[in-house]
Structures are given as structure tokens and as C-alpha cells.
């Protein structure tokens, strides 16, 4: 379980910081609207790690970390998503990938909980829930972002059924690689 703070979150932190500095000195709106969301997630990110009472280990902290780097640091602050046509694509592929590796603490506690053993519990099952867990997860963040857009008059979106379903498609082709490798190390230990 993490109760330090991780290199990459002193690093996301302070970078946040620098950045929402800068944006005092600068008339780029890109920069104070992405240091203000990435110093957000940030706190976000590091106070959902410490308070739940889940087996985090530094490996998942740190995926998490990058993934709220390449989003929102790359993504908004340096204008990814507008430079790199296929950007959004790619970061719910990797957000699939991240939403099941962070599905993993969550099966631990709830088998911990239940007094079962994790080596004994059928994998497919946890294979299932690993897929459950992330897919909801990129459907939930589209849920999100349909919200805002219409909350907020903006257009994350695009006015576009197609992106949102590209993006839930790109999750999910993020989610299966997982759970395919995950079950294919799963059976090679088991060996």
C-alpha cells in the first residue's frame, strides 16, 4: 500500500505548479485551463490512492500518474489533442489499459474481504470483472464529457456520436489487450 508520494506525483505536482505560474506571465489560456485541471486531477488522483483502503502498489500509482499526464499535460496544456490527429484515440487505448490496472486493487480487497484466495479464484471470473470495471469506467468518463459539454456550452465532443463511440470502442480494444495478456501471464505463473 502507498503512503508516500511517488516520484511521478512530485513530479506531476510541481510540474502543475510551473505551469499555472507561467500562465500568470502569458496570455495562453491553454496553459492556466491545463495547469488548474492537471493540479485538480493531481489532488484528485493522489487523495482517491491514499483514502481508499485499497492495496495500491507504486506501479499502478505511477500508471495512473502517467496517464493524467499524457491527458491533461500533453493533451490540453500543449495542445496534443489538436497537433496529433489520432491523440484522443490512442489516450483511450491507453485509458483502458490503466481503468484494468487499477481494477486490480479492487479485486484484491473485495477477495480479501471475502476471506478467499486470489490464486484460487477462477480467472475467468477475474478476467470478467477486470472488463467490467474498465469499460464502465471509459463509459462513465463519456457520461462525463457529454455533461460538461452540455452544462458548459462546450464541445469536447465534437457534437458527435462517432467520437463517442470511437472513444468507447478505443477503451474497450484498451480493456480486451489487458485482460488478454493478464490472462495469458495468469496461466504461464499457474504453470
Not at 113 to 134: A, E, P, R, V, W
Not at 161 to 184: E, V
Amino acid at each position: 500500500m502507498v503512503k508516500k508520494f511517488t516520484l511521478t506525483e512530485i513530479i506531476n505536482l510541481s510540474l502543475s505548479i510551473i505551469i499555472l505560474i507561467l500562465a500568470f506571465f502569458t496570455p495562453n489560456k491553454n496553459l492556466y485551463y491545463g495547469g488548474v485541471s492537471f493540479l485538480i486531477a493531481e489532488i484528485l488522483s493522489i487523495l482517491f490512492v491514499r483514502v481508499l483502503p485499497l492495496p495500491f502498489t507504486s506501479f499502478e500509482v505511477t500508471i495512473l500518474q502517467f496517464q493524467i499526464f499524457i491527458s491533461i499535460f500533453l493533451g490540453t496544456t500543449l495542445n496534443f489533442y489538436g497537433l496529433i490527429s489520432e491523440f484522443d484515440f490512442l489516450l483511450h487505448i491507453s485509458f483502458g489499459v490503466v481503468a484494468s490496472v487499477l481494477s486490480i486493487p479492487f479485486i484484491k480487497f473485495f477477495i480479501n474481504k471475502l476471506n478467499l484466495d486470489i490464486n484460487k479464484t477462477q480467472i475467468l471470473f477475474i478476467i470478467f470483472i477486470i472488463f467490467c470495471f474498465s469499460t464502465t469506467c471509459g463509459t462513465l468518463w463519456e457520461i462525463y464529457e457529454f455533461s460538461v459539454d452540455k452544462l458548459l456550452g462546450l464541445n469536447t465532443q465534437n457534437n458527435s456520436l462517432l467520437d463517442t463511440m470511437s472513444d468507447i470502442i478505443a477503451n474497450t480494444i484498451g480493456t480486451l489487450s489487458f485482460c488478454i495478456i493478464y490472462s495469458y501471464k495468469h496461466k504461464k505463473q499457474a504453470k
